[in-house]
T-cell receptor, first 116, second 116 residues
């Protein structure tokens, strides 16, 4: 069964510093990987996704992630964060089961707090 | 272009009662998925509806049921509410596709259910 581990529950950083949010997954078959952001009292917004192709994926708001199959990781990075990046970030995985039967399994989330 | 909308925003119920939550998908989408997000946790998949039928289901008891209408909107019903059902309930819509592109979901802001 697929599972996701977000290694840090909270990550505090200063504005304009780089940040990496870590995500490891467990799956025995091909996987599809996602990062979502959730601002306070809002739903989830898709940041980026890996379905196939290049292992370096670029998303919105300057975020990028790298799919590393050997390390079963999909870490999220941003070279310089802003106060407005303060939010909860969720990593999600889906196994390739064919057809249209795909469902997302989410990690527990990482709270990114950007301080001035 | 309206995104995913959910109603109500907040709801307070008593143990043992029944509740119905509503979701209207993003324009052009035909598939609706429901997730439960407990406090401090990532979203957990409840079920997915397409063509007015439940297509996939997560590990939730039969107390959780749903419906999809011909206009693609959906309802989530929970019977015999328990304190543990208190959570943010998220609706996500997508366009039915074969393959992992079906995972490109757009989330609504959620309904906060409190069971006392």
């Amino acid at each position: 069964a697929q599972s996701v581990t977000q290694l840090d529950s909270q990550v505090p950083v200063f504005e304009e510093a780089p940040v990496e949010l870590r995500c490891n997954y467990s799956s025995s078959v091909s996987v599809y990987l996602f990062w979502y952001v959730q601002y306070p009292n809002q739903g989830l917004q898709l940041l980026l996704k890996y379905l196939s192709g290049s292992t370096l994926v670029k998303g919105i708001n300057g975020f990028e992630a790298e799919f590393n199959k050997s390390q079963t990781s999909f870490h999220l990075r941003k070279p310089s964060v802003h106060i407005s990046d303060t939010a909860e970030y969720f990593c999600a995985v889906s196994e390739g089961s064919g057809g249209s039967n795909y469902k997302l399994t989410f990690g527990k989330g990482t709270l990114l707090t950007v301080n001035p | 272009d309206a995104g995913v909308t959910q109603s109500p925003t907040h709801l307070i119920k008593t143990r043992g009662q029944q509740v119905t939550l509503r979701c209207s998908p993003k324009s052009g989408h035909d598939t609706v998925s429901w997730y439960q997000q407990a406090l401090g946790q990532g979203p957990q998949f409840i079920f997915q509806y397409y063509e007015e039928e439940e297509r996939q289901r997560g590990n939730f008891p039969d107390r959780f049921s749903g419906h999809q209408f011909p206009n693609y909107s959906s309802e989530l019903n929970v019977n015999a509410l328990l304190l543990g059902d208190s959570a943010l309930y998220l609706c996500a819509s997508s366009l039915f596709k074969w393959g992992p592109s079906s995972l490109e979901q757009y989330f609504g802001p959620g309904t906060r259910l409190t069971v006392t």
